[in-house]
């Protein structure tokens, strides 16, 4: 089975792939926009562009991710793009300069249009965020993303070893799951 991902972040794809290659699934990116609205939760924004998408194409997937940072309240969260563009690493971390509690999460949305219907899939990675970036593997907010049980950023373990623990690598799993469930 094949499966088409509309997202503009190829590393993203990467760890979709090595998720969904356990379950016989292969993912490609689908070259059409996806649309993004403004919510305040990442499971909301996500279904919004899959049932944009649903009308138009099946076997489609999007997924949309923010990292919470506890001691900012959540923030950045939906807005983690943004941030990420324009505070950058060394933003965040200055926002955190003193905070007793580091802890943060991201969280994934991964959302599915299968014959016209949408279906969502969630994945949390707890953890904390480092005193300054480490490692050059991955993307975005890897280099300051300790996963809980762990001392290396994201950046540092690798793409194999985060694909095991991250958010997106739950949601692809729970996505996984429901298919080999539903193909039984
Ligand atoms: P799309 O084309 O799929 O939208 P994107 O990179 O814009 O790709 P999102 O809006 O869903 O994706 O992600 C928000 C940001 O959160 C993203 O740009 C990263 O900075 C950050 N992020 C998400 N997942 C991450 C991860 O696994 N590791 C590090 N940063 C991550």
């Known amino acids: 089975?094949?499966?088409?991902?509309?997202?503009?972040?190829r590393h993203k794809l990467e760890e979709a792939r090595r998720v969904l290659a356990q379950f016989s699934i292969d993912i490609e990116i689908a070259p059409?926009?996806?649309?993004e609205i403004q919510a305040d939760?990442?499971?909301e924004i996500s279904r919004a562009a899959a049932e944009r998408l649903c009308a138009a194409y099946n076997y489609i997937v999007v997924e949309d991710d923010g990292?919470?940072?506890?001691?900012?309240?959540?923030f950045p969260g939906?807005?983690?793009e943004y941030v990420y563009r324009t505070l950058g690493l060394s933003g965040v971390l200055k926002l955190l300069e003193g905070a007793g509690d580091r802890s943060a999460y991201f969280k994934s949305a991964v959302s599915l249009c299968i014959d016209g219907l949408v279906k969502t899939f969630v994945g949390i990675a707890k953890g904390r965020i480092a005193e300054a970036p480490r490692g050059s593997a991955g993307f975005?907010?890897?280099?300051?993303?300790?996963?809980?049980?762990?001392?290396?950023?994201?950046?540092?373990?690798?793409v194999e070893a985060k694909s095991k623990i991250s958010h997106r690598a739950k949601a692809f799993?729970?996505?996984?799951?429901w298919i080999a469930g539903v193909r039984k």
């Not at 089975?1 to 972040?9: D, E, I, K, P, V």
């Not at 059409?32 to 649309?35: A, D, E, H, R």
């Not at 993303?145 to 540092?156: C, L, N, R, S, V």
């Not at 799993?173 to 799951?177: I, N, V």
């Open 1 to 9: 089975m094949r499966l088409y991902f509309a997202t503009s972040n």
């Open 32 to 35: 059409v926009k996806k649309l």
């Open 41 to 43: 939760d990442v499971v």
């Open 67 to 74: 990292l919470y940072i506890e001691a900012l309240r959540g």
């Open 78 to 80: 939906p807005y983690s």
């Open 140 to 158: 975005g907010f890897d280099p300051i993303f300790i996963p809980e049980g762990f001392d290396e950023t994201f950046a540092e373990m690798g």
């Open 173 to 177: 799993q729970a996505l996984g799951e």
